[in-house]
C-alpha cells in the first residue's frame, strides 16, 4: 500500500512527457521518443521524491484540431499500469481521465485493476472534456458532460469503495448486483477534479478530495482558493482538500539556451524560494514541467529538482 501524502510539505509532480503531444507543450525530441524513454523518466521521478507521475486521455483527435493538439495521446491506464511495474514510490495520476466518455463500472474496473497492481498508487484525476468529436464518436452525452461527470464521479466513488458488488443509483446511472473484482488496494482513492470554470472549481470543492486547475495563473490562485474553502464549507465538507497547481515551465541553473521568458531558471535556493509562495497561498501539491532537448537533460532536470531544490521547498 502507498503511503500517504505528507500534506505538511509542498509536494511535487509532473505530467509525463511523451504520452501526450500537443504542439502548446511538447519539446522537440518527444517526437522520436517511446516506451524505453518513459521508463526511464519513471525511474528518476521514482528516485528523485516526486510524489506523482500523471498521463492526459484523450480518445480521437478532429482534424480541425490535429495541428494544435496531435493526435499521440497514450491511453492512461495503459501507460499507468505499464510504468507501475518499473516503479515503486511515485503515484500513477490520470490528469485527466475523461470519465464521462465510459459507463462508470467500466472505468471502476480498469482504474481498479490500475490501484491493485500498483499497491494502492493511484491518483484518479477527472475533468469533463472539451472535444465534441470524441463524445460524438462514443455516443457520450457531451452538452450535459457536466452533470454526467457529477453523476459518474459519485457512481466512482459507490464503484471504488470496498463494496464486491457496490450499489449507486443517480441521474444517468444505476446498478446493483454486478459484482468487481480486484477491488482496489486503497481504502479510499483519491479523487481529484480538474478544471477551473465556475462549475468545475463548484465539483472540486463538493465531489472532490482535490482540485487540478487548468493553469490559473499565481495572481488568480488565491481567490480560487478562497472559493473553494467558501463552496466546501457551505456543503458541510470538514475533510481536507488537496489543492494544487501548475508551476511556470522551469529550468535548474543557468541556461546556455533560450527556455522561453515565462521560465523560471537560475540558482537553486532561488527557484525553491519563488515556489514557497504557492505553499504561503494554500497550495498542497505543484504540477512542474522542465524545459529540455532531450531525454537525458530532462532527467538530469528532474533529478537535479529533487536534490537541491526540492530540500528547500519541502
Do not use: N
Amino acid at each position: 500500500m502507498a503511503e500517504e501524502f505528507e500534506w505538511g510539505r509542498l509536494a511535487y509532480g509532473m505530467q509525463l512527457p511523451v504520452q501526450s503531444q500537443s504542439a502548446l507543450f511538447a519539446e522537440g525530441w518527444e517526437a522520436e521518443a517511446g516506451p524505453e524513454d518513459l521508463v526511464e523518466i519513471a525511474r528518476v521521478a521514482d528516485r528523485a521524491g516526486f510524489a506523482y507521475l500523471a498521463s492526459c486521455d484523450h480518445v480521437a483527435i478532429p482534424r480541425r484540431l490535429a495541428d494544435a493538439m496531435g493526435t499521440v495521446w497514450y491511453d492512461p491506464v495503459a501507460t499507468l499500469s505499464y510504468l507501475a511495474g518499473v516503479t515503486e514510490h511515485v503515484r500513477l495520476m490520470s490528469h485527466v481521465a475523461i470519465v464521462g466518455l465510459r459507463h462508470p463500472l467500466l472505468s471502476a474496473k480498469q482504474y481498479a485493476t490500475l490501484d491493485h497492481l500498483s499497491g494502492g498508487r493511484l491518483i484518479l484525476g477527472v475533468g469533463a472534456g472539451h472535444v465534441a468529436e470524441e463524445f460524438e464518436a462514443l455516443g457520450a452525452d457531451f452538452a450535459r458532460r457536466g452533470r454526467v461527470l457529477d453523476d459518474t464521479v459519485d457512481a466512482l466513488r459507490a464503484a471504488l469503495g470496498p463494496d464486491e458488488f457496490p450499489e449507486y443509483e443517480g441521474e444517468f446511472f444505476s446498478f446493483e448486483g454486478l459484482g468487481q473484482r480486484p477491488r482496489p488496494a486503497q481504502r479510499r482513492v483519491p479523487i481529484w477534479v480538474g478544471g477551473s470554470s465556475p462549475a468545475a472549481v463548484r465539483r472540486a470543492a463538493v465531489r472532490g478530495d482535490g482540485w487540478l486547475p487548468q493553469g490559473d495563473p499565481r495572481d488568480r490562485l488565491p481567490d480560487q482558493i478562497a472559493k473553494l474553502k467558501r463552496l466546501r464549507a457551505e456543503a458541510g465538507i470538514d475533510a481536507p482538500l488537496t489543492v494544487g497547481a501548475i508551476t511556470e515551465p522551469l529550468y535548474v541553473g543557468e541556461p546556455t539556451w533560450p527556455v522561453g521568458r515565462r521560465t523560471l531558471s537560475g540558482k537553486p535556493a532561488a527557484l525553491a524560494e519563488s515556489l514557497r509562495a504557492y505553499a504561503e497561498m494554500g497550495v498542497h501539491q505543484i504540477q512542474v514541467r522542465f524545459r529540455s532537448r532531450s531525454r537525458r537533460e530532462l532527467t538530469d532536470q528532474m533529478a537535479a529538482f529533487g536534490a537541491d531544490v526540492a530540500p528547500h521547498i519541502k
